[in-house]
């Protein structure tokens, strides 16, 4: 399900060079919807109608910039029309002309994902729509668009309806009588014949006019923000006549306020008596964007004059408060009232407004003087000579530096990532702390500043970087409760004509991403699968751009924003790319769909009942010097235990880390392997082949190896199999990991912490253990080429690579005094061994692939232990590496199940499945 011009748009940007970005192609979906829809020639359809040259000309007027781009378009175009239409059979036998997600939602908002080019419109109910049918239905959506996208809330406004309908009572055109007497010609005529001597003049009856009142409404870029103020005074004034203008009212004005349908101002004027007339003109005068313009002063200046002689009053409402009038046109037009004594300029507010229509209905006003505190003027220059004025940060700084502080608060909470609106801004500032508000033509401010973009009619986007900056400011509380407003602010928008809204469903997850992280990746993932299934590159292109706006968000989830690159080529119809990242031949297109399919589904989220876990974790080369420090971010619960309940001490409750899915190689390469046995004298090296991946599924590991304190809380509980001694350790402390456990105790302590806490606690599997100690790392340890005594606790009087000998404490070491893996687990290399659940096998031959315990044909009687100990030198506190026998073959003791020694210890794992 592919677009041509959608194809043509790839074409011209990535092989032709032309400098395009993806909002330049929905520019041209959204005018053929806007400006061609009334065509009758004009088949907005799956497959348009590209003969037609408004099309071309269109897309010619939006993507072309040179002559040498033009030849290169037209060629470009010429060879499309030259293609066949692509048709999917296997689609088409299986879906109606329409697709049933297509609605009304399709043009209710530019901004929405284009599923299918198709503008067919699909009313409620099954009912479908024949393609020669659908302009009608067309005009009707558009003009539903209008009303839905600007969803006006009067209580946004300094006057709200009830005003608005309080003023119109007294505004109300009302009988009046003439003011002049007409002579009444025929009537003296006749009298003077009578009589036979003309002897008086005979006059008209006196006539009853009415007031007539004329408003003109600025549709500029700058009075987007004060937009749906002017829809909400046509609404309540409904019998006035409302005519448009963009920035100046030149010869011809708009009949509607997003329509192309022109009027001669001169003959509108001669439709009106200037002795009964009151004209209103709607607009900011360059107040909005802090300009100061001589030609539109001298061109405002003839056109007041003219209106003036036309009307007996002439009304300016800037909806600019009087002190954002100075230095800007604003200010001087103002001024004209000194020499035009029926002209004068009004601001928004509730006094004023009162002014307003006094003024309109041709009574004294007070004098008004026009008082400013040029200090707030002032602007002094602090730039930095080096200073890039057009970085991020400048861009703040200034905006920071230019408004008040509430403005700068709205601004952090409108950096959320979704789009912008003025009925969006106007929300966030309603709630808002009354005492700590933002002015409400803070929405200009913000929406006009160099912070944003506009990407369409009452629609923009914040700039990426400023966003970052922003979201910076705001605690991870703040976010949160902003997530749970926008969320609200969602619904209260999806109504009966949006409910099917692409648009509206990815604002929600924009909003779930921050709020409900897993929800939003459960549903992702789910409507991208379909699209890769059903070849739908148009919605692929959406999904993708809503992936990397929300990255952040979803930082945690790096499975899926990695598939993103390869999901953005797919829908390029980039198989090269798409191969190169999944390492398949790019000639099997049907494979690499298969595969994206598979890895899409693959992707599990975790529990959103977790906190944020930080720290820094290291990368040292050969000789152990630190070379890199990476930050840590993972997540976790804490799972109190009986002794203390919810106190958060460290002997009270056990961490539980998540460990996200993934894959790995598992074991050691044969070169590898021979090389340790050659460099160690050691053959159980051997026992690391063969090397094989393993998928592993989400799961929870215990933070540290099991502490004497959280085995004093679970031991001293009702035994289920075996009794546990409560201090069998060797070495006294309650952050000392607790040892001389052997394997059935470490299972019973498992059990018990299960009946306890109604979830199943077990021993990690081999995989599961080596999996979470690499954590994404292919080096021996995950500290890097080696370790040091300053990164874990061994015997480091003997060394692993060229790093220096360090000190042999020759005892345990409180849990977590050394960094962490990237996991956040401590405590991974070295300190005691950690048995796993699996029974014993010399290699791994057969070995589970899913990161399950091995138990099939092992040896029953012993279970592998991994990590080394404080005891073990370096070589065996690999991440690879497996013990057995501890370099020796006397196994009756070492390493049976129920052997225990002062450097066996465990970890607990909990499966991601888990309940809170």
């Not at 991208?528 to 959406?542: D, F, P, S």
């Not at 599997?765 to 300053?790: L, M, N, Q, V």
């Not at 506190?877 to 497996?882: G, P, T």
């Amino acid at each position: 399900m592919t677009s041509p011009l959608l194809d043509l748009f790839y074409h011209l940007r990535d092989e032709e060079g032309f400098l395009l970005s993806i909002e330049q192609y929905y520019r041209v979906e959204n005018y053929l919807i806007q400006k061609l829809a009334n065509d009758s020639d004009i088949a907005i359809q799956e497959n348009p109608n590209l003969d037609n040259p408004k099309i071309k000309l269109l897309c010619q007027a939006l993507w072309v910039k040179s002559p040498k781009e033009k030849e290169k378009f037209d060629q470009a175009w010429t060879e499309m029309l030259q293609l066949p239409p692509e048709i999917n059979i296997e689609i088409a036998k299986k879906t109606p002309i329409r697709h049933p997600e297509e609605s009304i939602s399709k043009i209710i908002n530019p901004m929405d994902d284009r599923e299918s080019p198709s503008l067919e419109i699909t009313p409620s109910g099954d009912t479908q729509i024949a393609p020669e049918n659908s302009f009608p239905q067309i005009a009707t959506a558009i003009e539903k668009r209008k009303k839905i996208t600007s969803l006006d809330n009067p209580d946004y406004y300094p006057i709200g309806i009830a005003k608005l309908q309080e003023s119109w009572q007294q505004l109300r055109p009302l009988p009046l009588e003439s003011p002049r007497q007409t002579w009444d010609l025929k009537a003296t005529v006749m009298a003077t014949a009578k009589r036979g001597f003309f002897d008086q003049i005979i006059y008209q009856k006196k006539q009853l006019y009415r007031r007539e009142i004329i408003i003109f409404i600025d549709c500029s870029d700058s009075m987007i923000p004060f937009a749906g103020f002017g829809r909400i005074m046509k609404q309540t004034w409904a019998n006035v006549p409302h005519f448009y203008f963009d920035n100046l009212i030149r010869d011809e004005v708009l009949r509607q306020e997003n329509g192309w349908e022109s009027q001669s101002l001169t003959k509108v004027l001669s439709n009106y008596s200037p002795e009964v007339t009151s004209c209103l003109i709607l607009s900011d005068a360059g107040a909005a964007r802090k300009r100061y313009v001589e030609e539109r002063l001298s061109a405002t200046e003839t056109l007041i004059r003219r209106f003036s002689r036309r009307f007996s009053r002439v009304a300016w409402l800037n909806p600019l408060p009087y002190h954002r009038w100075y230095g800007t046109t604003a200010i001087d037009i103002a001024d004209l009232a000194e020499d035009i004594p029926n002209f004068s300029m009004f601001e928004l507010t509730t006094e004023d407004w009162e002014n307003l229509i006094t003024w309109l209905k041709e009574e004294a006003i007070p004098p008004r003087h026009f008082q400013f505190d040029l200090a707030q003027f002032q602007q002094g220059d602090n730039w930095d000579e080096d200073e890039d004025f057009f970085s991020a940060e400048s861009r703040l700084r200034l905006f920071e530096k230019e408004n008040e502080p509430n403005t700068r608060e709205l601004a952090k909470r409108a950096a959320f990532p979704l789009s912008l609106s003025p009925n969006l801004l106007y929300y966030l500032r309603q709630h808002q702390d009354k005492n700590n508000q933002a002015p409400w033509y803070a929405i200009a401010d913000i929406l006009l500043s160099s912070l944003v973009r506009k990407i369409d009619r009452e629609l923009y986007e914040m700039s990426p970087d400023v966003r970052k900056l922003l979201l910076e400011k705001l605690t991870p509380e703040e976010l949160k409760s902003l997530a749970h407003q926008l969320q609200t602010y969602i619904q209260e928008q999806i109504g009966d004509y949006c409910s099917q809204s692409v648009y509206w469903q990815n604002q929600q997850w924009l909003a779930l991403a921050y709020l409900k992280p897993s929800q939003a990746v459960n549903e992702i993932k789910q409507v991208l699968a379909e699209a890769i299934k059903n070849n739908n590159r148009v919605r692929l292109v959406r999904l993708t751009a809503l992936l990397e706006n929300i990255s952040a968000a979803l930082a945690d989830y790096e499975p899926l924003l990695l598939l993103n690159e390869p999901i953005a080529a797919y829908s390029r119809g980039d198989l090269n790319d798409v191969g190169n990242v999944l390492q398949l031949s790019p000639e099997d297109e049907g494979t690499l769909q298969k595969r994206l399919i598979d890895e899409v589904a693959a992707i599990v989220p975790y529990n959103e009942n977790l906190f944020l876990f930080t720290a820094e974790t290291v990368l040292v080369n050969k000789t152990g010097k630190v070379i890199e420090r990476k930050p840590v971010k993972a997540y976790f619960y804490d799972e109190n235990l009986p002794e203390v309940r919810n106190w958060k001490k460290a002997q009270n409750y056990i961490r539980m880390m998540y460990i996200p899915q993934g894959e790995f190689w598992m074991g050691t390469e044969d070169e590898e392997i021979e090389r340790l046995v050659k460099r160690f004298y050691w053959d159980g090296y051997r026992r690391e082949r063969p090397q094989h991946l393993v998928k592993v599924p989400a799961f929870y590991m215990s933070q540290t190896p099991i502490t004497q304190a959280q085995w004093r809380a679970i031991a001293a509980t009702a035994k289920i199999d075996i009794y546990l001694e409560t201090n069998p350790y060797r070495f006294k402390g309650d952050e000392l990991p607790v040892e001389r456990v052997n394997w059935y105790e470490a299972t019973e302590f498992c059990k018990r912490l299960s009946r306890k806490t109604k979830r199943e606690y077990r021993l990690p599997s081999e995989a599961e253990w080596e999996y979470a100690c690499r954590a994404g790392t292919k080096t021996p340890f995950h500290f890097g080429e080696t370790i040091t005594a300053d990164l874990a606790n061994y015997r480091a009087t003997e060394t692993y690579a060229d790093e220096p000998t360090g000190e042999y404490r020759q005892q345990t070491t409180p849990v977590g005094q050394f960094p962490p893996n990237a996991f956040g687990l401590y405590d991974m290399h070295g300190n005691v061994w950690e048995w796993c659940a699996d029974t014993w096998h010399e290699n791994y031959e057969g070995a589970p692939t899913d990161g399950s315990v091995g138990i099939e044909n092992g040896e029953d009687n012993y279970s592998p232990l991994r990590g080394g100990s404080w005891y073990t030198p370096p070589n065996v506190c690999r991440s690879h590496y497996r013990d057995l026998s501890n370099r020796c073959d006397t196994r009756q003791y070492h390493d049976r199940r129920d052997y225990s020694h002062g450097n066996l210890g465990f970890r607990v794992v909990c499966g991601a499945g888990r309940t809170l």
